[in-house]
């Protein structure tokens, strides 16, 4: 395996309808071009509600049909715990669609799960919709992409009663040695964005040192959470290798091994080989 794997973005949500006004690069194919020009060859479209998730998929297929540049690159359909509110249906719809096409443009649900600290949506709202996209992801054999903020315990709580997925991602990792334990015997891949570089961020790094490397992602989430030296800017996948050299030097590894091997696990977790 050669090149990065960005495991997670929003590529589509930002620079599909013209970007942040007067910030970034409103031409998707020239975001896209330069992750290539940094390495990143692959990544993974990740919706958050029924309009981003086809986004997502359209933009899967435009880049694996060639259009936009040498990447390979494949979705994700799901609810975010900000948006429960809206309901689990149209999303399951759209998944079932798009999954009926069978061109394996679709290889997970998420990003889902449940989200304490800001509590858009209620918990108990946030709880149903991550229990029902888990039973989505256990239906279509698909992986689920988790996302959680300051609600561990009801977190393991739902996937207790529903079982985790054989292939499950907890995304933009926020926590410490004890949560990032409790993903690992659940049998779940671990992704760090950004985050790992931050100043504050020691539980972060504390926690990805214990994470073997065939269980390790690397993701930038952008638009969000953009890495040192960019913090506070439009972030996007050109900004991957940074999030993998402050991985490097927390395991204490060249940067070109976790380069492999987390681009060989990123290819596991969602079964993206083509």
């Not at 256990?138 to 292939?167: C, M, N, Q």
Request: net charge negative; aromatic share 6%; glycine share 10%.
């Amino acid at each position: 395996m050669s090149g990065w794997f960005d495991s997670h973005c929003h590529v589509q949500e930002e620079y599909r309808g013209g970007g942040r006004k007067g910030e970034g690069e409103t031409d998707l194919s020239v975001v896209l071009g330069r992750a290539a020009a940094a390495g990143v060859d692959r990544l993974v479209c990740i919706g958050t509600g029924a309009t981003t998730s086809a986004q997502a998929v359209a933009l899967a297929r435009e880049v694996r049909r060639g259009g936009t540049g040498e990447l390979s690159a494949w979705a994700s359909v799901g609810l975010h715990p900000h948006e429960a509110v809206d309901g689990i249906e149209p999303v399951a719809r759209l998944l079932a669609e798009e999954l009926a096409r069978g061109d394996g443009a679709v290889v997970a649900v998420g990003e889902c799960g449940l989200d304490y600290f800001y509590e858009h949506s209620p918990r108990h709202v946030q709880r149903a919709a991550f229990a029902a996209q888990i039973a989505l992801a256990h239906a279509h054999s698909l992986t689920l992409v988790i996302h959680a903020r300051d609600a561990w315990d009801d977190l393991f709580d739902v996937l207790d009663a529903e079982g985790v997925p054989e292939r499950t991602v907890l995304h933009c990792f926020t926590g410490g040695p004890a949560e990032v334990d409790r993903c690992l015997r659940a049998g779940m891949f671990v992704s760090f964005s950004g985050i790992i570089t931050f100043k504050n961020a020691g539980d972060v790094r504390a926690a990805a040192a214990l994470v073997p490397l065939d269980r390790l992602l690397r993701e930038t989430d952008s638009p969000f959470l953009a890495p040192v030296p960019h913090r506070g800017r439009v972030n996007e996948p050109s900004y991957l290798p940074l999030v993998g050299a402050a991985v490097a030097e927390v395991k204490g590894c060249p940067v070109e091994m976790v380069a492999e091997s987390s681009a060989a696990a990123a290819a596991t977790a969602f079964c993206a080989f083509s």
